[in-house]
């Protein structure tokens, strides 16, 4: 990822400021005047420079393209990127036949590196281009070395030859760009040369030869792996390494980590291949679950956490045994985890709730969370519906959030009074949560109404008794379909379909380098979205409290805390989202962590275009284990929105697994 971080500086793909595009009817004399204008300025209008620049390019004419080729050479650093990327963006054949001839500019390095960079991101027939004329006559290795890396990432056939050349080139960047081709590719022939670097003095080749290797994967592979980890001297390399170590999938790979990374004498070597095993275990159960139970008996509760999880994973036959003895564990740690481990199990005996019911006052907030989420699993017993009542009461949203969700469960009459009373009390999420309860149980459907919902309880008949799940279901939906068609309406703010909840908002948007790719209408991916999320906030009120937190290789944070949804928060969040310089690769993991650390945060609404490519956690199921660990004590909802080349899917596991919605937009661009 280091390499990522070096091959991004100078391209404008990995993008430059992005100011709303002005409207069709500009003249291109008025924005080249206004392009005038803001160069000679600094700070924030001197970005709206390189906007300009790009907005005349999306004009769309010829003569926008021939004033920007006219800039070209009289500009400097961003602001001629930018005159490059104006071309690209123009989308006209013309500008295409310009964007080529700029390619093979020998004057201006960064122009024709700018050039190249977007036209990989375009046909099938520039991208052969790029193959068969650019890569073989680039003299540049910096510039060859990302043609043939992007051609590498859109699956481009015929470079195993090109990249094993590279791979044995003298200039180290060059050839950790062939190494990652023969590890992306799986080239055999390139196995030896991935060898012979891992001793390498440069970080950068070393850390893309260990990538490699493990897609080789195989006994030696993580022999080799375990040996790196245990001398890195470096130690910001064992994040990565650790990350390599959890793709083991082989009877082989999981037995190096048995035999050799449970017994080495590092504990760091030993607590890392806990983690992969716990995270293997889904695809090797068998071999795996005998170990597991065996580390439930290590001394460090992080590693006992890992063997919980693992057998969750393995689901070994005498998992409720040992689980149940877990909850009894001098460790508290120990006991929350095998707590939240029980309530992801189903079909657990009657005979297990009395054990349950004893941790319902636990002294610590996570096991009555977990307590009251398990609890729902014996919806035939007293006990349980009385101690989930009291669990409405706890002094932790999140455990009155989760007691709310298993009421619905148990759907019984006398929940209906603690459920009002909730909406009486709450004022965050929880509210919302307990009106929608009392929806979906009575088909009623009187939304944050306290008085309206008191008085409806106040006149209910003694003997009344719940409708069916159906009958309710059905009543709510006319209900609702009514509402729809504009009577009886609520006023609500709601994000890309998705409702915004009152309590605590954090919405985590992406402005890596791709998020300036044309969306539809003239926009760029991150002014579509941006403005979309200013539209969300306007109507905002104070019983939300909001943040906005952007990520690219960095986290930024609007403001240190969540602020109330008011005119002059919205409208200072709308300037800070107007000024904002979509660029670099996407560290979605901090971001999420970023989110999760505000301590009022309830909900989160992540949008991203792209796959996380740099930071501490890359591999999608890494970043889900490692987000449903950062989150299963907290109950924050995750809700996500998938726009551009992200994969959906791994968004979509995202929401699911931590109670959020998942919206995809990848088509929306095509479809509109």
């Not at 052969?128 to 510039?143: C, H, Q, V």
Request: hydrophobic share 40%; proline share 4%.
């Amino acid at each position: 990822y280091l390499l990522t971080l070096t091959l991004c500086v100078a391209p404008i793909s990995a993008a430059l400021a992005q100011q709303p595009v002005p409207a069709a009817t500009t003249s291109l004399e008025q924005e080249l005047d206004r392009f005038e204008q803001l160069r000679q300025r600094r700070g924030a209008e001197a970005e709206q420079a390189v906007a300009c620049l790009h907005a005349i390019g999306q004009l769309g004419s010829e003569e926008a393209v021939d004033a920007l080729l006219r800039l070209v050479p009289k500009l400097k650093g961003p602001l001629q990127l930018a005159a490059v990327h104006g071309v690209a963006l123009n989308g006209s054949d013309y500008a295409h036949d310009k964007l080529r001839i700029l390619a093979r500019d020998r004057t201006h390095p960064n122009v024709r590196r700018q050039a190249c960079v977007d036209l990989a991101m375009g046909s099938e027939e520039d991208l052969y281009f790029l193959r068969d004329s650019r890569l073989k006559k680039e003299k540049d290795l910096r510039i060859r070395g990302e043609i043939l890396r992007n051609l590498i990432d859109q699956d481009v056939s015929n470079l195993d030859r090109v990249i094993l050349k590279a791979a044995k080139s003298k200039d180290k960047i060059y050839a950790s760009v062939g190494v990652y081709g023969i590890g992306k590719l799986h080239l055999e022939r390139g196995l030896r040369t991935v060898e012979d670097y891992l001793t390498s003095p440069d970080l950068r080749l070393r850390m893309e030869s260990f990538r490699a290797l493990s897609t080789f994967g195989g006994e030696e592979s993580f022999h080799t792996l375990l040996a790196a980890y245990a001398h890195a001297n470096n130690l910001a390399l064992r994040p990565d390494l650790e990350a390599l170590l959890e793709s083991a999938t082989t009877i082989p790979e999981v037995n190096v980590l048995i035999q050799n990374g449970l017994t080495h004498e590092l504990p760091e070597i030993v607590t890392a291949s806990a983690n992969a095993l716990s995270m293997a275990a889904v695809r090797q159960p068998e071999l795996i679950a005998p170990a597991l139970l065996k580390l439930l008996e290590h001394k460090s509760p992080r590693i006992r956490d890992y063997a919980i999880e693992g057998l969750v994973r393995a689901h070994p036959d005498e998992i409720l045994e040992v689980l149940l003895e877990q909850l009894g564990h001098d460790s508290p740690r120990t006991r929350t985890t095998a707590a939240w481990a029980l309530s992801q199990i189903g079909d657990l005996p009657a005979d297990l709730a009395p054990h349950l019911l004893l941790l319902a006052d636990d002294s610590r907030y996570a096991i009555r969370l977990h307590v009251a989420t398990v609890l729902r699993q014996f919806p035939d017993s007293r006990d349980a519906l009385q101690a989930c009542i009291k669990l409405l009461q706890d002094t932790q949203w999140s455990v009155r959030s989760s007691a709310v969700d298993s009421l619905l469960v148990f759907r019984q009459t006398e929940t209906i009074g603690p459920l009002v009373d909730r909406v009486d009390a709450e004022v965050g999420r929880v509210q919302d949560e307990a009106v929608e309860a009392l929806c979906q149980l009575t088909g009623e459907d009187f939304g944050p109404a306290r008085n309206i919902w008191r008085k409806w309880f106040h006149d209910l008949p003694e003997d009344y008794i719940l409708p069916s799940a159906e009958v309710a279901a059905e009543r709510l939906a006319k209900r609702r379909e009514r509402r729809a068609k504009g009577h009886d309406s609520i006023v609500t703010s709601v994000y890309h379909g998705v409702q915004v909840p009152k309590g605590g908002v954090i919405f985590v948007m992406d402005i890596s380098g791709s998020m300036v790719e044309p969306f539809a209408d003239g926009e760029t991916y991150y002014q579509h979205f941006s403005n979309a999320l200013i539209e969300t906030i306007a109507l905002l009120n104070e019983e939300t409290r909001f943040n906005i937190v952007l990520f690219s290789g960095g986290v930024k944070s609007w403001k240190l805390d969540l602020m109330p949804g008011s005119k002059e928060n919205a409208k200072e969040a709308r300037l800070f989202l107007e000024n904002v310089r979509p660029d670099g690769p996407t560290n979605l993991y901090a971001a999420l962590m970023t989110a999760l650390n505000f301590e009022e945060v309830q909900t989160i609404f992540l949008l991203t275009d792209g796959d996380p490519t740099f930071g501490r956690v890359v591999l999608p199921d890494a970043i889900l284990v490692e987000l449903e660990r950062a989150n299963r004590d907290r109950k924050v909802v995750i809700n996500t929105i998938a726009a551009g080349d992200v994969r959906a899917g791994f968004l979509a596991e995202l929401a699911n697994d931590n109670g959020g919605a998942a919206v995809d937009l990848t088509d929306s661009s095509e479809k509109e």
